[in-house]
Structure formats: C-alpha cells, structure tokens
C-alpha cells in the first residue's frame, strides 16, 4: 500500500503490479519527476577529506586595533564620524580646540591612526579631552580571526596550515576558508577545548567580531574515494540505500543496497553498491522510497 504522503503523486506513477520487487526499477513519467524534484549528481572519485565540525566565532586581530586619543588637553569642536564608518589612514576624524590662550585658540586635527571600522566612539562634541583618553576605537578588519573550540585530543591532527570550511549564519549559506595559524594559550578545563585560532580573508568587511561560526575543519586526506552525497543515502544503518536511474529507461530508478564507509559534512564514501558515473538520486529519494512502500 502506498503511504499516505504520497497519495498526490499517484497519478504520475506508471508502476506495473510487479514494479515493487526488489529487482524491478521504480518507473515514472516526466509529471512524475517534476512533482517529486527529482534531481541526481554524478558518482566519483575524488579526494576525499575527512573533517571534525566544531563551533566558535570571529573576532578581530588584536595587532589590528588602533586607538584615537589627543595629544593634547582640550574640547572636542568636531567629529566628522560615527560608530560602522570606515576610514583611513590620515583621515580627519576629530578636531579638538586647545586650552593653549589665543583668539581664537588653537585647534588640531586628530586623523585615523590605521585603515579600519570604527567600532566604539567614547567622545561627544563639545566634551573635554584629556591626553588618557581613548576617543574611537578602530579596527582593520581585512583580515579577521575565526576562532573554533575544538576537543584537546584532535589538536595532534591539526598542524599549522590545516584548512577549514567556515559558515556563519549572519551571511547565508556562504561557505569561507581559513587557515590554521595557532592554538590558544589556554585550554577549557571544564569542557576539554582549546581554541584552534584560524586566519579569514574579510574584504568586504562583512565578518564582525562576536559572530557565531560553524567549522568543517580537514583533519586527513585520501585520492580517488568513490563518494556521493550525504542526502542520497536512505534507509538505517543496518539497511541504507540508495537510488540509481537507469542509464536505458527513461525516468526509471534502481533501489542499490550500499555500503558506506567515512563521512564528512556533506558526502560519504560508498565501498560498495555504487559505481563511478552511476546517477545517484539526491533530491527527491526520500520520495522515490515511499513510492516503494
């Protein structure tokens, strides 16, 4: 009997009274494949990666952050900025009037110490400064740290230069890649952690610090590893599957039993069951198994 999710596809499906036997394929007409979302990616092999998923966040290079302050006592009679601006090197940003006598007193330009963000303004006009006081906070954010807590165990797989894949959840499903330049100086006790301390290109300034990051981190390597998509396979782990179109029927599937073996975040590695070049259905096979219920 066919799940009663599945009562709308019906009519696109031209099984025979025999179509549900293990050997026979699962055959349906071009309505059939559209209303399903059929979709298939190319078995291959490839080099594969194996990865350890860790959580964290970005943060700013400290050698990076630059601070304003005046050299000289007095009273702020401008800002030419505010908090998210950037700006750079030698810009005008405040002008602070002397308490040095005069008519009219002199005034100084305090310019942009780096290129940067201006992250925090301390400063409001007409206020009095001291030589102490840090009036903007800026920070080149070209380059940003993105820093994943990972298990103190791993860390002997991690050596300098390991890559990882980063997504942060602020820009979408934008994968970046960092480098590993260092651990941390200090580990987690309580959690058995160290940060792993990764090196981010930012030239559009869209990383900022504090955002939360979910990492792929490579920890080995292998060539030529049959793999396919993570959402092809079905079925438990005592009986996974997955369905291959036949390569002489015209929208007809084969359900292949497999046999897996490594995973990282997105495929898997297949030791038997499927063939390089085979069509493995991705999108959609959840569906084609109902079909066979």
Do not use: C, W
């Not at 009273?75 to 040095?100: C, F, H, M, P, Y």
């Not at 006081?133 to 002997?156: G, N």
């Not at 942060?168 to 890649?177: F, K, R, T, Y």
Request: proline share 8%; no cysteine; net charge negative.
């Amino acid at each position: 009997m066919i799940h009663p999710s599945m009562k709308l596809f019906v009519p696109f499906l031209l099984l025979s009274s025999l179509a549900f036997a293990a050997d026979k394929p699962v055959l349906l007409d071009e309505a059939g494949v559209q209303s399903l979302g059929i979709e298939t990616v190319e078995a291959a092999e490839v080099t594969f990666e194996e990865t350890t998923f860790a959580l964290g966040r970005i943060e700013e290079i400290p050698e990076n952050h630059a601070v304003l302050s005046s050299r000289i006592p007095g009273r702020v009679v401008g800002i030419d900025i505010r908090e998210g601006d950037t700006v750079t090197a030698g810009q005008t940003l405040v002008k602070v009037e002397s308490r040095q006598p005069g008519d009219p007193p002199p005034v100084i330009d305090l310019k942009a110490p780096i290129n940067g963000l201006v992250l925090e303004s301390h400063v409001r006009l007409g206020e009095p400064v001291e030589p102490e006081k840090e009036l903007l906070d800026i920070s080149d954010l070209s380059e940003v740290h993105a820093i994943a807590r990972v298990p103190e165990h791993q860390t002997s797989k991690l050596p300098p230069g390991t890559t990882a894949t980063i997504r942060i959840s602020a820009l979408g499903d934008q994968p970046l890649e960092g480098k590993l330049i260092r651990f941390g100086t200090i580990a987690d006790r309580e959690r058995a952690t160290i940060d792993a301390i990764f090196l981010v290109k930012n030239p559009d300034l869209r990383l900022r610090p504090g955002m939360r990051a979910e990492f792929e981190i490579v920890t080995a390597r292998s060539e030529n590893v049959l793999t396919i998509p993570k959402e092809a396979i079905q079925g438990d782990p005592s009986n996974r599957h997955v369905f291959i179109k036949d390569f002489n029927i015209p929208n007809a599937f084969l359900r292949s039993p497999v046999k897996t073996g490594r995973a990282n975040g997105s495929q898997v590695e297949i030791l038997s069951g499927v063939f390089p070049a085979d069509l493995v259905v991705t999108r959609g096979s959840y569906a084609l198994g109902f079909a066979r219920a």
